[in-house]
């Protein structure tokens, strides 16, 4: 046999030993920073395994920390003990800072060192790790407003195929969009949430609102109650003093009593794509939106929205330098279910209830998740710290662990919806993805509980 020859059956051999051999599984991926963990790693077909005396487990820390907590030294690798049991490799070291940490098992024979498998893995310090998180938008359409889909179960029910956790439909001064795709999502067995919502524009207010988690309709109130909607931004007039110019100062007020009106009955109240630019001007004048930065009178910004995005970022980031604490929202603004997938909220909360949502989101414990489709890529929008835990979790847990099932969760959700709605007519086809949802009801959630340390 030729040397040629013999290189090529060489490289051929680590191709299949690579093919054939696969890392199936590894727990816990999210430990707690500063203490010990022991990680397991499940293989499938890994003859290695049994030659325990070539494998070696290497660490290393995103920060530039030996496990210890001491300085990585550049050129020395850091090898951790482990032990063997069947197909299963098991290996406990402690894990410092809040970071990234890779370990990297390699067969080591005639002195070279072959990746086997890798595993990636993030610490977090204890007020995070008490926290799990849920991706979802508060911000989309149906034909209850202006939307091409005819329900908001529709739209909620393709977030679920896009692998998001919760949702609530937001048509223009209509709550009752996102009551119908509640009423649907109560009695189905899903994981998937669907809460309140409406994107509110009051009489005399060319400022757009969106109202999460509200007990009631805000549109209904002010179209049913003039006077009284009429009265009270009178009265919000009279106490506001004139910090802007005469012009502005009545849809300033009238937002502020939408938002007042939105906290006082539970929900989050928004300020929506504030530098939307229809028609190659902005919606509302520049003026109002500079001045609802500064004062924060809402709770939360909608920095990312469809492609109004770039100047509300720009924004978020020279407002926050001066020290404004700006909780910040990313939706679809969806007007039809394929355009859901563009962007998205992270929210580190207790739980997905409307109420944990909104109090961690007010906390500035989420990110604006923002999704280039041309490029595949993510930009979270927010905190350094969620942001940085947030790219890690949108490279190596949902995209292997989260989203594929919530893509088939979804795609019976969207049989059932649209069955529902009349789009289609499968009666067989509905009742077998509603038998499919009854057996995998709870598998989602139980991620949460298998990949985060116990």
């Known amino acids: 046999m030729s040397k040629k020859l013999k290189i090529l059956c060489s490289l051929w051999f680590l191709v299949c030993a690579s093919l054939s051999a696969a890392l199936t599984d590894a727990w816990p991926q999210m430990v707690r920073a500063d203490q010990s963990a022991t990680i397991t790693m499940v293989f499938e077909n890994e003859p290695l395994l049994e030659k325990p005396e070539r494998l070696a487990l290497l660490y290393v820390n995103d920060d530039g920390l030996r496990s210890d907590g001491q300085p990585f030294q550049y ?14 490799l098991k290996a406990t070291l402690k894990f410092p800072g809040e970071t990234i940490h890779t370990l990297t098992l ?25 926290l799990r998180p849920f991706k979802g938008n508060f ?4 034909q209850f407003s202006d939307g091409a889909e005819k329900t908001g179960s529709i739209m909620v029910a393709t977030c679920r195929m896009y692998g ?11 709550y009752a969009g996102s009551e119908e795709a509640m009423a649907f999502f109560h009695h189905v067995p899903t994981d998937m949430k669907a809460y309140p919502g409406e994107e509110v524009h009051s009489q005399g207010n060319s400022v757009h609102i969106l109202s999460v988690g509200s007990s009631e309709s805000m549109a209904d109130w002010f179209r049913n109650n003039q006077p009284e909607y009429e009265a009270c931004v009178k009265a919000e007039l009279a106490k506001m003093g004139q910090p802007l110019p ?20 539970g929900g989050m109240a928004v300020f929506c794509h504030p530098y939307w630019r229809p028609d190659s001007r902005q919606y509302i004048p520049k003026p109002v939106s500079d001045h609802f930065f500064n004062e924060m009178y809402c709770d939360v910004i909608e920095i990312v929205n469809g492609g109004s995005s770039e100047d509300s970022i720009l924004q978020y980031h020279e407002q926050t330098a001066k020290g404004t604490v700006i909780p910040v929202l990313s939706s679809s603004d969806a007007h039809a279910a394929k355009s859901l997938i563009v962007s998205f909220n992270l929210v580190l909360s207790e ?3 409307i109420k944990d949502l909104i109090r961690n989101i007010k906390k500035c414990r989420s990110v604006a998740v923002q999704y280039i489709p041309k490029t595949n890529k993510y930009y979270a929008h927010g905190s350094e710290r969620v942001a940085r835990y947030a790219y890690f979790l949108l490279e190596n847990f949902y995209p292997v662990r989260h989203d594929p099932w919530c893509k088939e969760e979804g795609e019976w959700l969207v049989k059932l919806a649209k069955q529902k709605a009349g789009d289609i007519n499968d009666p ?15 598998r989602v959630p139980a991620l949460l509980e298998k990949y985060w340390q116990r």
């Open 75 to 88: 050129g020395v690798k850091e090898t951790i003990p482990f032990v063997i049991e069947g197909n299963t």
């Open 106 to 130: 390699v067969d080591t024979n005639k002195g070279h060192e072959t990746p086997v498998a890798v595993f990636k893995l993030y610490s977090l310090k204890p007020d995070f790790f008490a």
């Open 139 to 142: 911000h989309m359409h149906s």
């Open 164 to 174: 998001q956790d919760f949702a609530s439909e937001s048509d223009h001064n209509a």
């Open 246 to 265: 005469s012009q502005f100062m009545w849809m300033t007020a009238a937002s502020h009593v939408i938002w007042d009106r939105i906290r006082s009955r």
């Open 351 to 353: 739980t997905v209830d």
């Open 428 to 442: 067989a086809g509905c009742e077998a993805a509603l038998e499919n949802l009854k057996k995998t009801q709870g």
